[in-house]
């Protein structure tokens, strides 16, 4: 190998196992820049299940989740608009 | 006045998943009331969520929690990767986790990748045991696979001790017929006198 590749095979060398070579459950998913949309499977989830075991009619879970979800969602909305404006305004 | 249903023999079938009978909660108010404890079915859902659910009948119940709750476990764990459950790195998050019981089995598992029982890793090495994760990723994880666990806690709470007049109260109204008054509520009603 020449000189001139040698260190660029070694830098590979040294992140080829990472970055070739995913492994579910053992390497993170890089969803740093997501973070704040991976809040809302979270609320879905809050909503199904609390709606779950609350609600006596089946039948009924999707809309009840619905609007629990959009609830949480709404007013964590407002929360951080308050919060805004508290450390922004005032 | 008691009108309708006398009482949860007729309601609740015997369960083989209840709890011992030394566990029943006394009937102290009247003949309505029956909660049991479920004791079995709440070691069930702690081990796989819904499962609880499932085995008192519930069965649709318990599918629903099962996957959004399965499902959510199963996102942070991967998202985050194992290193997610740490015990030593933040103890008061994995008292969340272990609320399913997979969890405990997963922070065995990266104990065992990362202790010193594991393979001591060459420097040549071309396969590393894990990545850890750090920043929005570790968070997030860590939220999920907690998030999880607290809601199987609701999950687990409902099993534990359910009160069967109480569950289904909507659906028996809604199907039970005006009840008959008795011969002697007649006569009552008739003099002007109430109930």
Redesign the interface.
């Known amino acids: 190998m020449t000189p001139i590749l040698s260190p660029i095979a070694g830098l590979l060398a040294n992140i080829t ?2 970055v070739l ?1 995913f ?10 820049r997501y ?1 704040m949309l ?1 809040l809302l ?2 609320v879905v ?2 909503a ?3 709606k ?2 609350k609600t ?3 039948e009924k ?1 999707p809309r009840e989740t619905t609007v629990l979800a959009a609830q949480i969602v709404a007013f964590m909305v407002m929360a951080a608009a308050a919060l805004w404006m508290l450390t922004e305004l005032v | 006045m008691v009108i309708g249903w006398s009482g949860a023999e007729t309601f609740a079938p015997p369960d083989p998943w209840a709890g011992p009978a030394s566990l029943e909660r006394p009937d102290l108010s009247d003949s309505t009331a029956n909660p049991r404890w479920h004791i079995a079915g709440a070691i069930a859902a702690w081990l796989v969520p819904g499962l609880g659910h499932w085995l008192l009948g519930q069965r649709k119940r318990g599918v629903i929690l099962l996957i959004s709750i399965g499902l959510l476990w199963t996102s942070g764990f991967f998202i985050g990767g194992v290193g997610v459950f740490d015990r030593a790195g933040h103890p008061i998050w994995f008292l969340g986790q272990m609320l399913i019981a997979p969890s405990i089995v997963v922070e065995k598992w990266d104990r065992s990748l990362q202790g010193p029982d594991a393979a001591p890793a060459r420097p040549d090495a071309a396969v590393i045991p894990y990545t850890p994760s750090y920043g929005h990723v570790h968070e997030q994880g860590v939220l999920y696979t907690a998030l999880a666990g607290m809601l199987n806690l609701l999950a687990i709470m409902d099993v534990l001790y359910q009160d069967p007049a109480s569950r289904n109260r909507h659906k028996r109204t809604a199907e039970a017929p005006p009840a008959e008054p008795t011969a002697a509520e007649a006569e009552t009603v008739a003099n002007g006198g109430g109930i």
Do not use: G
């Open positions: 196992p990472v070579a492994r579910p459950f053992l390497d993170p998913v890089p969803v740093d973070w991976m499977p979270m989830a809050i199904v299940v609390y779950t075991i006596d009619r089946l879970i």
